[in-house]
């Protein structure tokens, strides 16, 4: 048991906090009917190829991707398929360009149309499906005209010239903000580390399941309330520390609070640390909205507060599906073992995300 929850911790972190989605902007001029593209591919699964790696360094640089642009633009235009009623939209001459966000590379695809009919023009996406099931592509189409979410079930996209209603947008970045807490496997880890010492108190009766329960409201809903806070704060633009910065800092919160889980200091996984990590939490949270380039304010704000729903929804989901679990443990004679395994597992993970994100691997 003890080797299978390891090995389930370090195969997890392998994944933390990865971007699965790639993004497609759109802006379109109804007088002139210029449909401009830009098409942000999150390229890290590409990297994978040994086709790439020249070298054989284990390392994908600018310049290999450079040098085997076409692979990627030949993969791109497989996979990405404009159609203008039954004609293919050809992707040649586009401008392909290399940036980093976070620790993982994008290529940006930018090419424009002319004598686009919005109403006639139609997507078959089918990239990176085959390599990973989670993937999705964020459509985000204007303003005022909308956005929309295309994963393996779902590959199709008819463009229109209807502008959506505050509520289908609403819908679309409550089910993001879902999709994002489910894979936010780092925020997952600290939920289940602040979890833990609620459920230490019932196991030792130290407190009834009663009282349990309603500390784990409280320290959920501080979570809640400061990553909502910060989440609104670099959303709007107000103040944006550091992404390397934040990603360090998450990691580094789960390690102390894993920590302090493993030297059974669990009265201090208290509201004030979880309030102050929170915060911390909420910014990682919000690169998720600025990547995702919503000008108009009115429309931002309701895809702030519906991506902030979302991941309330997708938290408590998780806390409902992990609590009975964690309940039953209580029964067990190797309990607290097992709490000792979770959080020091947990702390080994923390700590190879953080030597990761700082750059020393």
Sequence with gaps: MIRIISLLLITLSLYAHQMRENYLHIHYNEKTEVFKMELEVESRLLENEAIMDDNHNGIISYKELRAHKEYLYDYTEQHFKLFLDSRALSLKNASIVF?????????????????????????????????EKKHKLLIHLDDSRGDYILDANNRIYNFSSFKITFFERLKIFVKD?????????????????????????????????SASLINILKIVTTFSLAHSI????????????????????????????????????????????????????????????????IDSTSE???????????????????????????????????FLVTIKLLSFSAMVVSAYWFIQRVGLV
Aim: positive net charge; charged residues 15%.
């Design 300 to 334: 931002f704000l309701t895809a702030l507060f519906g991506f902030n729903l979302g991941v309330e929804i997708g938290q408590i989901f998780v806390i409902l599906l992990i609590l009975p679990f964690l309940y039953l443990l209580t029964k067990s004679k190797i």
């Design 99 to 131: 940036h980093r966000y976070k620790s993982q590379t994008y290529m940006t695809i930018t090419k424009s149309f002319k004598n686009i009919n919005l109403n006639s023009l139609k997507l078959d996406y089918s990239m990176f499906f085959e390599l």
């Design 230 to 293: 910060t989440l609104f704060i670099s959303g709007v633009g107000f103040y944006k520390p550091s992404v390397p910065f934040i990603e360090s800092a998450i990691a580094l919160s789960i390690f102390i609070v894993a920590f302090m889980n493993f030297i059974a200091k669990y009265n201090h996984v208290n509201k004030k640390i979880v309030f102050v990590f929170g915060l911390l939490h909420g910014f990682g949270f919000a690169n998720v909205l600025e990547i995702a380039k």
């Design 177 to 209: 903000g879902v999709f994002h807490i489910l894979d936010g496997l780092d925020h997952l880890l600290f939920v289940l580390m602040i979890l833990l010492p609620s459920i230490v108190l019932i196991q030792k009766r130290e407190k009834n399941f």
